[in-house]
């Protein structure tokens, strides 16, 4: 399996606090996503990097920002969590894009 | 919006069967991929397939791609309970106007795929 761990894994919040989920990964890859999942939706991308201190937004980036200041580490940050931001999020790597996406095993957040 | 479509939304089988999953799109691609989701683990990667191409194989699972009817099929053949997974399709479009695409993929809904020992 590709070395990457999500931290933390499951997370309770209220409204109106701020939650940075943190994705770790042990690869050297390039590119790293974060994606969220939810019922009738599928996956989708939420930011994305192409190396340190480049980042770009996805499809649903509205509430979300992100950081990268080395290789290993994709920091997602939701500054004022709303219940709508209950979801599970999953972090993904590829050494190139174009190249398959290794996925972590996901952090459950909830928004109380 | 949603790049991919997968249909059926769930199948049922009983192992040994061959378990066939569709997916459609939009827009043109770089490429197309397939990943498995087992309960609350993250995506496997399975197969990914280039515009350029029509066919791929890989163990018991075959893929093809038919760019002008911007769809893709994956085949499962002779099914085991241990398949049963959620499978997802997603699509790298490229970057507009030709540009890079960054990877960045559209994911489909998913098949929930249950096969029956």
């Known amino acids: 399996d590709a070395g990457i761990t999500q931290s933390p894994r499951h997370k309770v919040t209220e409204t109106g606090t701020p939650v940075t989920l943190r994705c770790h990964q042990t690869e050297n890859h390039r590119y790293m996503y974060w994606y969220r999942q939810d019922p009738g939706h599928g996956l989708r991308l939420i930011h994305y990097s192409y190396g340190v201190k480049d980042t770009d937004k996805g499809e649903v980036s509205d509430g979300y920002s992100v950081s990268r200041s080395k290789t290993e580490d994709f920091l997602l940050t939701l500054e004022s969590a709303t219940s709508s931001q209950t979801s599970v999020y999953f972090c993904?790597?590829?050494?190139?894009?174009?190249?398959?996406?290794?996925f972590g095993d996901g952090t459950r957040l909830s928004i109380l | 919006s949603q790049q991919g479509e997968e249909d059926p939304q769930a199948l049922s089988i009983q192992e040994g069967e061959n378990a066939t999953m569709n997916c459609s799109y939009k827009?043109?691609?770089?490429?197309l991929q397939w990943y498995r989701q087992n309960s609350g683990r993250g995506l496997v990667h399975l197969i990914l397939i280039r515009s350029n191409e029509r066919e791929k194989h890989s163990g018991r699972l075959r893929v093809t791609l038919d760019t002008s009817k911007k769809s893709s099929s994956l085949l499962i053949t002779a099914s085991r309970a241990a398949d049963t997974a959620s499978y997802f399709c997603?699509?790298?479009?490229?970057?507009?106007?030709?540009?890079?695409?960054?990877?960045?993929?559209?994911f489909g809904q998913g098949t929930i795929l249950t096969v029956h020992p």
């Open positions: 997603a699509t790298d479009a490229g970057g507009e106007a030709g540009g890079t695409s960054y990877g960045k993929l559209t």
């Open positions: 827009t043109s691609i770089n490429n």
């Open positions: 993904a790597i590829s050494v190139d894009q174009g190249q398959p996406q290794h």
